[in-house]
């Protein structure tokens, strides 16, 4: 069964550094998205991409986050000065048509 | 701002038996309705949908309802089994058209026992 590849799946990194999260989304899937949740709390919307383009982004992906489709296959989550409180576990999804999305294993972020 | 809930952090169901899960929305303009379940280590898996315009739809053992004018939905699993033991996310879109937000619950731990 085809599945959303997420790397790596834990980061360590030092509060003002730059992290950059992978995924492969399916292949014939359009529509790219990128989650988070914080330890304990629920899933969050980021960001969603279609047409290599943003369509929609939450209060939450300000300026120090960016996201890219660098080639046919990756797709990116750049946090470029992390945060204590950008700590939580990213979920990469991707999804064919709109609603029902198909998510990776998850990438945890660590910012100490 | 918690327009989806899932006001049951934890379920303990046996073996056979039926599990419902509920989650309620305050957002009017949700369309669209969406279970996850959810493993340690793992992404959410997507269970079973429902559109607004209908009350029920089922997949083998899960039936999701859907009450709009109580803006409330629940999951029923019937019977569980063990393996079925997970967190389960109620997630709620307003856009059938383009790529979607999903807007998820806190979500509910549900522990099925021998």
């Known amino acids: 069964e085809p599945e959303v590849t997420q790397t790596p799946s834990h980061q360590v990194t030092q509060m003002g550094q730059e992290v950059i999260l992978r995924c492969v989304p399916i292949s014939n899937h359009l529509y790219f998205y990128w989650y988070r949740q914080i330890l304990g709390q629920k899933v969050e919307f980021l960001v969603s991409f279609y047409n290599n383009e943003i369509s929609e982004k939450s209060e939450i992906f300000d300026d120090q986050f960016s996201v890219e489709r660098p080639d046919g296959s990756n797709f990116t989550l750049k946090i470029r000065s992390t945060k204590l409180e950008d700590s939580a576990m990213y979920f990469c999804?991707?999804?064919?048509?709109?609603?029902?999305?198909?998510f990776g294993a998850g990438s945890r972020l660590t910012v100490l | 701002d918690q327009q989806v809930k899932q006001n049951s952090p934890s379920l303990s169901v046996q073996e056979g038996r039926i599990s419902i899960l509920n989650c309620d929305y305050t957002?009017?303009?949700?369309?669209?309705f969406l279970w996850y379940k959810k493993y340690p280590a793992e992404g959410p898996t997507f269970l079973i949908s429902i559109s607004s315009i209908k009350d029920k739809n089922e997949d083998g053992r899960f039936t999701v309802f859907l009450n709009k004018s109580a803006k409330h939905l629940s999951l029923h699993i019937v019977p569980s089994q063990p393996g079925d033991s997970a967190v389960y996310f109620c997630a709620a879109s307003g856009d059938t058209g383009t790529a979607s937000k999903l807007t998820f619950g806190t979500g509910t731990r549900l522990q099925v026992t021998l």
């Open positions: 957002n009017s303009m949700f369309d669209y």
């Open positions: 999804a991707s999804s064919r048509g709109a609603n029902v999305l198909t």
